[in-house]
């Protein structure tokens, strides 16, 4: 067969939280495409297994994303890269606002806000011609539930921020994907059974009818790195969460 060249071939993708889940199902789309990743994470075990799954040549670093410090300290070591993709956040604890604990709610969006918002501050200015930014929302923001106050903050949050990064930083392109319901280690936290029934529920409510992989969502990043207009908007992949 011919030589067909990839379509990120020799693209440096920087991807943090990407040793499971989401980010690890786009750090592996993007190896496929052809580019050279970066995947960062907390843990150095998940980063080690998830290495062995990537190509050779491959780099892989334990950083605390909470800490701002830790963040900047990565990027004034990394050197320049093409494209910058954040997926890191741990499991969400669901509460009514009247039983929710507000210096816990502030540690959620430590990870899932703040720290995006540093790894934009430290890694933008070694972002190559043509390259781009992917944040993570959720459908929480335009749909939320009882309990969802957290969630909902924080989706919101992050895709003004977004947009107000896309103005900033042009012509850095800045998006964000916007999952529904996703088969991930982001529901571990809850009881097997409360977690199947909520897959189940899913399942028959959404249009798709199917709950989402990590791997739909990693074609979604893929495309928002390859595509070389859009800029300042959120890329929903719900199966139909926002229509029902």
Same mark, same amino acid.
């Given at each position: 067969?011919?030589?067909?060249?990839?379509?990120? &071939? *020799?693209?440096?993708?920087?991807?943090? !939280?990407?040793? /499971?889940?989401?980010?690890? #199902?786009?750090?592996?789309? $993007?190896?496929?495409?052809?580019?050279?990743?970066?995947?960062?994470?907390s843990?150095?075990q998940?980063?080690?297994?998830?290495?062995?799954?990537?190509p050779?040549?491959?780099?892989?670093?334990?950083?605390?994303?909470?800490?701002?410090?830790?963040?900047k300290?990565?990027?004034?070591?990394?050197?320049?890269f093409?494209?910058?993709?954040f997926?890191?956040?741990e499991?969400?604890?669901?509460?009514?606002?009247?039983?929710?604990?507000?210096?816990?709610?502030?540690?959620?969006?430590?990870?899932?806000?703040?720290?995006?918002?540093?790894?934009?501050?430290y890694?933008?200015?070694?972002?190559?011609? &043509? *390259?781009?930014?992917?944040?993570?929302? !959720?459908?929480? /923001?335009?749909?939320?539930? #009882?309990?969802?106050?957290? $969630?909902?903050?924080?989706?919101?949050?992050?895709?003004?921020?977004v947009?107000?990064?896309?103005?900033?930083?042009?012509?850095?392109?800045?998006?964000?994907?916007?999952?529904?319901?996703?088969k991930?280690?982001?529901?571990?936290?809850?009881?097997?059974?409360?977690?199947?029934?909520?897959y189940?529920?899913?399942?028959?409510?959404?249009?798709?009818?199917?709950?989402?992989?990590?791997?739909?969502?990693?074609?979604?990043?893929?495309?928002?790195?390859?595509?070389?207009?859009?800029?300042?908007?959120?890329?929903?992949?719900?199966?139909?969460?926002?229509?029902?």
């Open positions: 067969m011919p030589n067909i060249k990839k379509s990120l &071939g *020799g693209k440096r993708v920087i991807l943090m !939280g990407a040793s /499971s889940g989401i980010g690890f #199902a786009t750090a592996k789309a $993007a190896a496929e495409q052809g580019a050279n990743v970066v995947i960062v994470s843990n150095q998940r980063i080690d297994k998830a290495l062995t799954e990537l050779k040549g491959s780099e892989g670093y334990a950083v605390d994303l909470s800490k701002e410090e830790n963040i300290d990565f990027f004034s070591k990394i050197g320049k093409d494209h910058l993709v997926t890191a956040g499991n969400l604890t669901l509460n009514n606002i009247s039983e929710t604990n507000i210096d816990q709610a502030r540690d959620f969006f430590t990870l899932r806000f703040w720290a995006p918002f540093a790894a934009i501050k890694g933008a200015s070694s972002i190559n011609n &043509g *390259g781009s930014i992917s944040l993570t929302s !959720g459908t929480a /923001s335009a749909r939320p539930g #009882a309990g969802w106050s957290v $969630a909902s903050a924080i989706c919101g949050a992050t895709e003004g921020f947009r107000a990064m896309a103005v900033e930083l042009a012509p850095v392109r800045v998006n964000c994907v916007v999952p529904g319901v996703i991930t280690p982001l529901w571990d936290s809850m009881l097997e059974s409360d977690r199947e029934g909520l189940q529920y899913t399942s028959n409510s959404l249009l798709a009818k199917r709950v989402g992989e990590a791997g739909d969502v990693a074609e979604g990043f893929i495309y928002l790195m390859k595509q070389k207009h859009g800029t300042g908007q959120s890329l929903v992949i719900d199966g139909g969460t926002l229509l029902v």
